[in-house]
């Protein structure tokens, strides 16, 4: 994996910023396969991502960092109602802007643990953008006090076999610094 960089993130960001008109925060990093930076045809035949977001926030708007996730049956619903609806709205708002993509199943709000740090994960699997094959994603949310870090790691759905150590490993190197 490497850091989107160069000329594939300058388009990257312009289609982003343009045509879909979402603008990013510094407070975003994406991590793609080796080689499409450099556009290598064979690194651009494959898709997974991982992208880290940091939502920032007033102090104490956020649980601290570590703090156990207790959540009922009727909660941990709720929030999957909410989380549910913000990616069906985002689908609908690209879908608009040309970017036609659908969720085609769904993985439950869940309490997680990320290296030991408690974690709200869901998943899901959407389709291809422009008749590309099917994505499998998993976001991870950790609060942490003034902010929200986000994690959320993706691929082909017919990649999976491909990429799930990598993203196994990847997901294991997360460390989080109490704010």
């Given at each position: 994996m490497e850091i989107q960089k160069g000329v594939y993130?300058?388009?990257?960001?312009?289609f982003r910023r343009t045509v879909l008109q979402i603008t990013d925060s510094p407070n975003r990093?994406?991590?793609?396969?080796?080689?499409?930076?450099?556009?290598?045809?064979?690194?651009?035949?494959r898709y997974c991502r991982v992208i880290v977001e940091t939502?920032?926030?007033r102090k104490g708007e956020f649980d601290p960092l570590g703090k156990p996730i207790l959540l009922t049956k009727t909660e941990?619903?709720?929030?999957?109602?909410?989380?549910?609806?913000?990616?069906?709205?985002?689908?609908?708002?690209l879908a608009k802007k040309g970017a036609t993509m659908q969720i085609l199943s769904w993985v439950p709000v869940a309490v997680a643990d990320l290296n030991g740090t408690?974690?709200?994960?869901y998943g899901y699997c959407r389709s291809g953008h422009a008749?590309?094959?099917?994505?499998?994603?998993r976001t991870y949310a950790v609060q942490n006090n003034d902010c929200m870090h986000t994690i959320t790691v993706s691929c082909r759905?017919?990649?999976?076999?491909?990429?799930?150590?990598?993203?196994?490993?990847?997901?294991?190197?997360?460390?989080?610094?109490k704010r």
């Amino acid at each position: 994996m490497e850091i989107q960089k160069g000329v594939y993130k300058t388009v990257n960001d312009q289609f982003r910023r343009t045509v879909l008109q979402i603008t990013d925060s510094p407070n975003r990093v994406v991590a793609q396969p080796v080689g499409i930076n450099d556009l290598d045809p064979r690194a651009m035949d494959r898709y997974c991502r991982v992208i880290v977001e940091t939502q920032m926030a007033r102090k104490g708007e956020f649980d601290p960092l570590g703090k156990p996730i207790l959540l009922t049956k009727t909660e941990l619903q709720e929030l999957d109602k909410i989380f549910r609806t913000q990616q069906d709205a985002a689908q609908k708002e690209l879908a608009k802007k040309g970017a036609t993509m659908q969720i085609l199943s769904w993985v439950p709000v869940a309490v997680a643990d990320l290296n030991g740090t408690p974690a709200i994960s869901y998943g899901y699997c959407r389709s291809g953008h422009a008749g590309a094959p099917a994505v499998w994603g998993r976001t991870y949310a950790v609060q942490n006090n003034d902010c929200m870090h986000t994690i959320t790691v993706s691929c082909r759905d017919t990649e999976k076999n491909l990429w799930a150590d990598d993203l196994r490993k990847v997901l294991q190197t997360f460390r989080f610094v109490k704010r």
